[in-house]
C-alpha cells in the first residue's frame, strides 16, 4: 500500500501561499450586516421576525382577523338581521351558491326555493326550483339597520335578489338565517374571550406580581389560593356562577357578568407564571440597582420586572382565549348564559340541543364549524407567539 | 411511604374546608331560596294555606338562620334544628325539587360517575402512552406526523361539541342512539350480561369523546420528554455498550420521562371531570352533570351544593393518586420530606 493510492491524501507539490493583505486581529469580532441587524434589532423586532418564519400561526393570525372583521362590521357583512324571522321559511335548508346556470356563466347565484307542506310529516319541503335564478347581489340596499346602535343605514356587502332569498346555511325553527346569526354571534363570541383575558390578565398581574415580590407568608397564602382553584373543574363552577346571574338582567349585563365569571377562575395560571417569573427577575442586577437607588415596589415592578415577561403574557393570555370562548359557548348552549335577543354562537347552537331535530336539520349544528377554526386558530397562535416570547433562546 | 401517605391526606383537610366554603358561597350567591321563591310565589296567587308548612320547612332547613350559622350547620360543624347533622355525619341534605334526600337523588348517579371518570383517566393512560413513545422514538416519521396532527385536532376540538358532532354521525349513518346509558330496550329488564354489555358499549363512545383533549396533551407532553432524554449523552453511551434498543430504552430515558407524565395528569384531572359534567349533559348519560343542571336552574341549593362539593372532591381524590403513584415511582419524592402539592 502506497501513500499515492489513500484517499484524501494531499497532493505533493502544493505552492506556498501568503494572503498579501494585512492581518486584522479583531476579524472574528466585526460582523456581517446580517449580524449587526439582528444586534441592533429591538427585543420585538426580533420577536416578529421569529413569529414570521412559524408560518401555521402567521396563517392562523389572519384567518382570525377576517373572522373578528365581523365584530365591528357584523351588520354590514350579514345579509339579514340576527332575529329577523322569515315565517315563509321555516327550517328552510342551505341554498348552495351556484355560478352557471345551464351551462352558462351567470355570476354568483342561487336558486329559488318553493315550499309546500307535507301532510304526512308535518313538515315543510323545500325544493330548488331550477327556473328561477335568483343572482346575489353585491354593495346594495336591503334590510335596514342602526349601524352601531347609532345611525340607520341599510349598506350590505351582499344581498339576496330582489324578492328572493338568501340563506347560505339554512334558517332556524323561526325562519332565522344561519349565516348571518353567526355573523352577528361572532360579535359576542369573540370578544367575550378577549374581555375575559383582560380582566384574567389584571387578576393575575395583581396577584402574582405581589406573591412574587414580597414573598413571605402573601406568597404561601396567594399560593394556596392558586392551588386550590386550580384543582377546582372550571366548568361546574362556571355553571353554577352562571346561574346566579339574575335572569332579569339584561343582555348587556349579563355578558359582562358572564366575562368576569371566565376571568374569575382563569387567572390562577397566569398569576403562577407572574409569580415565577418575578422570582427569577427579582434577582437580577438591574432589578436589585433600582431598588437600591430607593425605587418604590410600584415602580420597580411597573417599570424594571414587567417589560422583562410582556411577551410571555402575551403569549399564554392567547392561549387562554380559546378555553373563554368555549366556556361562553357550553354556557349557552346549557341555557345558563346568553339568551335571545343576544346572539351568540352558543345560543345559536341552543337550537341544536335536541339530537333528533339535528337529525332532520342538519345544518343547525353550523356554529360547530367557525367555533372549532376559531379555536384551533388561536391555539396555533399562541404556540407560535410563546415560541417567539423567548427570542434569544 | 406510610408517612407521606398520611401527611398527603393530612392536607387534604384545609383544602377540602375551603373548597366547601366556597361552594356554599357560590350556591347561596342568587337572591333568595327556593322556599322563600316558593313562599312569594303562593303568596302571589292569594294561598294562604300551605306557606304555614313551607315556614316550617324554612325553620327545620335553618334557612333563616345567618350566613355562616348556614354554612357551618350544613357542613355539620354547628348544631342545626337537629343537633350535629351536616355533611360530616353524613347527612347530604334535602332536595327541595324533588321534595327527597339529597343521597336518594344523586345515589343512583354517583357510581356512574366514578366509573366514567376512572374510566377515562385510564384511557388516557392507556392510549398516551405508548403513543408519546412510539412518537418520541420514531420522530419525524408518518406515524408521528400522523399522531400530531390527529393530537392538535383532539386538543382544540371541544369535547361537548365532538360529543354533539358524534351523537349527530352515529344517528345518521347507523340510526343509533349512543346517547344514554343503554340500548333502548334494556330499561327496565332486570340486569343481565347483554345489559351489562350495552352499558359499557354506551360508555366507550364518552370516555373517548372526554378524554381526547387529555390524551393529546399527554402525548405530547410524553413525546417532548422522551425526546430531551434521548439526545443525552448516557443514551448513547448505554447503545455503544451495546444495549438492546428496547432493554436501553426501558431502562433509562423512559423511567426519566414518566415522571412529569404523571404528574401532569394530575393538573390533567380537573378539566376532565369539568369535560364528564357537559358532555354526560349533552349525550344524557345519567351522571351527577345533568342533576346538577337542573338542580342550578331550579336553584335546588342543597341538592346542587353537595354535587358541586363531590366533584371538586373527585377531582382531588384523583389528584392525590396521581401524587401517590409520583411517590411510588420517585424516592426524591417519597424521601426528600417535601410535598409534592
Not at chain 1, 323561526?174 to 383575558?197: H, I, N, P, W
Not at chain 1, 394556596?224 to 366548568?235: A, Q, T, V
Not at chain 1, 343582555?251 to 395560571?269: E, Q, R, S
Not at chain 2, 343481565?192 to 387529555?214: E, N, R, W, Y
Request: proline residues 6%; neutral net charge; hydrophobic residues 50%.
Amino acid at each position: 500500500m502506497t501513500m499515492d493510492a489513500r484517499d484524501g491524501a494531499p497532493p505533493r507539490n502544493v505552492e506556498h501561499y501568503v494572503d498579501p493583505t494585512p492581518f486584522n486581529p479583531t476579524v472574528t469580532e466585526e460582523m456581517t450586516p446580517e449580524q449587526e441587524r439582528y444586534y441592533q434589532a429591538s427585543q420585538w423586532q426580533i420577536m416578529w421576525w421569529k413569529f414570521k418564519r412559524h408560518k401555521l400561526a402567521v396563517w392562523s393570525g389572519v384567518i382570525l382577523i377576517i373572522f373578528y372583521l365581523c365584530v365591528p362590521f357584523a351588520e354590514v357583512i350579514a345579509p339579514y338581521g340576527a332575529n329577523t324571522r322569515d315565517s315563509q321559511h321555516l327550517f328552510a335548508p342551505p341554498q348552495p351558491l351556484h355560478l352557471f346556470h345551464n351551462g352558462e356563466f351567470v355570476g354568483p347565484f342561487v336558486y329559488g326555493m318553493t315550499s309546500e307542506i307535507d301532510m304526512e310529516t308535518l313538515q315543510w319541503v323545500f325544493t330548488e326550483n331550477e327556473d328561477d335564478v335568483q343572482p346575489v347581489r353585491f354593495f346594495c340596499r336591503g334590510a335596514s339597520y342602526k349601524f352601531w346602535g347609532l345611525f340607520d343605514a341599510d349598506f350590505h356587502l351582499f344581498c339576496p335578489a330582489e324578492g328572493g332569498t338568501l340563506f347560505l346555511i339554512g334558517t332556524d325553527r323561526l325562519g332565522r338565517d344561519q349565516f348571518s346569526g353567526l355573523v352577528y354571534g361572532a360579535r359576542l363570541s369573540l370578544t367575550v374571550g378577549l374581555v375575559g383575558v383582560t380582566i384574567s390578565i389584571v387578576l393575575g398581574l395583581f396577584f402574582g406580581g405581589i406573591a412574587g415580590y414580597f414573598g413571605g407568608i402573601l406568597d404561601s397564602i396567594i399560593q394556596r389560593m392558586i392551588e386550590i382553584i386550580r384543582s377546582l373543574p372550571e366548568l361546574p363552577l362556571w355553571m353554577a356562577l352562571s346561574a346566579a346571574l339574575p335572569v332579569t338582567w339584561s343582555p348587556v349585563w349579563i355578558y359582562f357578568g358572564l366575562t368576569i365569571i371566565l376571568g374569575l377562575l382563569d387567572w390562577p395560571g397566569l398569576a403562577r407564571a407572574v409569580r415565577s417569573k418575578l422570582l427569577s427577575l427579582r434577582e437580577e442586577e438591574y432589578a436589585k440597582a433600582a431598588v437600591l437607588m430607593g425605587a418604590k415596589p410600584k415602580r420597580v415592578i411597573t417599570r424594571h420586572l414587567l417589560p422583562g415577561f410582556t411577551s410571555h403574557i402575551i403569549a399564554s393570555a392567547t392561549l387562554s382565549i380559546p378555553a373563554m370562548i368555549l366556556g361562553e359557548t357550553a354556557l349557552s348552549y346549557l341555557n345558563l348564559g346568553l339568551r335571545r335577543p343576544a346572539v351568540s354562537w352558543g345560543v345559536l347552537l341552543n337550537e341544536a340541543q335536541n339530537i333528533s331535530v339535528v337529525t332532520v336539520y342538519p345544518w343547525l349544528m353550523a356554529p360547530v364549524i367557525p367555533i372549532i377554526i376559531v379555536v384551533l386558530a388561536f391555539n396555533f397562535l399562541g404556540d407560535g407567539l410563546r415560541d417567539a416570547a423567548d427570542p434569544y433562546k | 411511604m406510610i408517612y407521606y401517605i398520611i401527611r398527603r391526606i393530612l392536607m387534604m383537610i384545609p383544602t377540602l374546608l375551603v373548597i366547601s366554603f366556597l361552594t356554599f358561597f357560590i350556591i347561596e350567591l342568587p337572591t333568595g331560596d327556593y322556599i322563600s321563591n316558593q313562599i312569594a310565589a303562593l303568596k302571589a296567587s292569594g294561598e294562604q294555606s300551605s306557606i304555614a308548612k313551607l315556614e316550617f320547612l324554612r325553620k327545620e332547613f335553618s334557612l333563616d338562620r345567618p350566613f355562616f350559622e348556614r354554612y357551618l350547620i350544613w357542613v355539620g360543624l354547628w348544631p342545626g334544628p337537629h343537633g350535629f347533622d351536616g355533611l360530616i355525619q353524613g347527612n347530604w341534605g334535602w332536595s327541595f325539587e324533588f321534595d327527597k334526600p339529597v343521597d336518594q337523588v344523586v345515589g343512583p348517579t354517583l357510581p356512574l360517575t366514578i366509573v366514567l371518570n376512572f374510566a377515562t383517566i385510564l384511557f388516557v393512560y392507556v392510549v398516551s402512552f405508548p403513543i408519546g413513545i412510539y412518537s418520541a422514538t420514531r420522530q419525524y416519521s408518518w406515524g408521528d406526523y400522523g399522531f400530531t396532527f390527529l393530537g392538535y385536532i383532539g386538543l382544540a376540538t371541544p369535547n361537548f361539541l365532538l360529543a354533539l358532532i358524534l351523537l349527530y354521525l352515529f344517528n345518521r349513518w347507523f340510526g343509533l342512539s349512543v346517547g344514554g346509558l343503554m340500548a333502548p330496550e334494556y330499561i327496565d329488564q332486570p340486569w343481565s350480561f347483554d345489559k351489562a354489555m350495552s352499558v359499557l358499549a354506551h360508555l366507550i363512545v364518552p370516555t373517548i369523546v372526554i378524554g381526547t383533549s387529555g390524551t393529546a396533551a399527554m402525548i405530547r407532553r410524553l413525546r417532548a420528554n422522551l425526546l430531551d432524554e434521548l439526545h443525552k449523552q448516557y443514551v448513547t453511551t448505554g447503545r455503544a455498550k451495546g444495549l438492546k434498543e428496547n432493554q436501553l430504552l426501558v431502562k433509562y430515558p423512559l423511567r426519566m420521562a414518566i415522571n412529569p407524565f404523571i404528574a401532569d395528569i394530575g393538573n390533567l384531572i380537573p378539566s376532565l371531570v369539568s369535560g364528564s359534567v357537559i358532555v354526560s349533559v349533552v349525550m344524557s348519560l345519567p351522571t351527577v352533570g345533568p342533576v346538577l343542571l337542573s338542580a342550578l336552574q331550579s336553584q335546588d341549593q342543597f341538592l346542587s351544593g353537595f354535587i358541586l362539593l363531590f366533584v371538586a372532591v373527585l377531582t382531588l381524590i384523583g389528584m392525590l393518586i396521581s401524587d401517590l403513584l409520583l411517590a411510588v415511582l420517585d424516592p426524591r419524592i417519597r424521601l426528600g420530606g417535601r410535598a409534592s402539592s
